[in-house]
């Protein structure tokens, strides 16, 4: 069937070079087919007056859309083009100290109590009241409102009440308390806004006196055994139990007042365990790890959580507590044990050129950082074994003499076509020296702490995570330190390892 004169005509008309676009209208009925291409000429005919020259239908679908999102903007600014505004200044700035207005924080009810109470009639019969006073309670304003007819008079807060205080200002202090702001960054924040401030007796006064330390403390202890309960729901926990990781951290870098111990999952990542102690309670920070450590770790194992080992960076007093008293596996950090490798190898692997074969031998120049790689790949595949872990350090001498046999099956010295990156070693003095130095190594002498291959990154990571809310060049007092700590607690417990919010990609042309 052939298609009607006018849409013959439209797509005759709308050939041309270049790309094209071609639409498909579905129709009910034929008449509402010719009542449409009655319209589409019509309308072409009066754009194509207009603009005093002919309109193809491009052109034309491109007025129409034109139109259409005028239509739209004009829909959203609806809000401030369809009413006018109450009184002649509103919304308007009109530069004469305006900026110096105090501002306040009103509750939508409040607000919706003050529009209310403004219409409702008075006892005298009249609606004709004048705001004669204000007084500004930290963030909500207190004003008092006067009949012009028979001098009544009535008061408004924005705010409702929680207790004896202010629901708003009670409620600020618990934000600006969450989101990590110090005292001072608010109290700046409020009067540069003229937002109005509460004092910091006030403060003292929530945090204490109307529990909100409790509260959060409270808070914090649900948070971790949540943790601990996620712990025991993993298939794992039967069998094998649970390791954690401890760090010590001090509040500054010498003679520190507060020192906390957290008590990080090894499999979770979460929290399920911190103590703080201060000066008072503890008089040498240096020995503070240790007292920590001996409340800790009790405490979580108290909540019945079966710990089988314990991961720290290498604290000898440390260690002997866990292994001597609680009769746990102890692991130290991977990368504390490797992080003085390559500076070992120094005095081995560089020297004057008089002294090159005596002290230090060339061959072994270029593997400072190699056996630090060595030691790492050791530690991971020896099977939590201290005798492979040292016989695979061992090795590592031989791999570099070009005997592979003793490597393991996935090393790619095992794969055929293999060709060394490195110098071989044949001076027989050097294979002494190299050997000499891997068995002083840390992981070689301590080798049952580090055949496990644990490491403190997401303990390093939490205490990375504290300094937003416990920055160490600010004191804090003990028990805004333990308040802050809590906080600091359940925000990780609720983010860590959280689905990715966004997802950036590199690629390299």
Known sequence: MSAPDGVGSLKKRARREGFRYQMELNFGQKEDKDHFLARLDRVKGSLATKRRRPVDNMELLSHLLDLAEKEESEVQSQDTSSSSAML??????????????????????????????????????????????????GHVIRAEFQCQSCNRKEWWASSSLLGSRYLINQKLIHAFTCAGMLPSQYYHFCRLASLGTVGKRYTDSVYNSKGYVAAIESCAEASMTKAIDEIKATSEYETDGEWVITDARHDSTANAYHTTVPCLSGSIHKIVGCVTLSRKEHTCAQTRELACTKEVLPLVMSKGLNVTEVAHDNSPSVTSYIVEELQLKNSYDTWHGTKNVAKAMTSIATGTKKRAGITWYPELSDKRKSTKTHLYYSMKNCNKSPENLRDSITNIVDHYRGKHSNCNQSSSCRRPGYAPSKKLITDPNAVEAYTRKLKQTLIYVNAESYCSCQDTFWVESFNHHLLTYLPKRIHFGTTTFRMRMNIAVMDWNENVERPHTSERYIFDI
């Not at 509103?90 to 110096?100: K, M, Q």
């Not at 219409?119 to 204000?134: H, L, P």
Request: net charge negative; charged share 20%.
């Open 88 to 137: 002649n200044t509103s919304g308007i700035y009109a530069g004469d100290g305006d900026e110096e207005q105090p501002l306040f924080v009103c509750e939508v009810s409040a607000f919706e109590d003050l529009v209310l109470g403004m219409t409702r009639w008075c006892t005298c019969g009249m609606v004709n009241r004048k705001m004669i006073s204000y007084r500004q309670s």
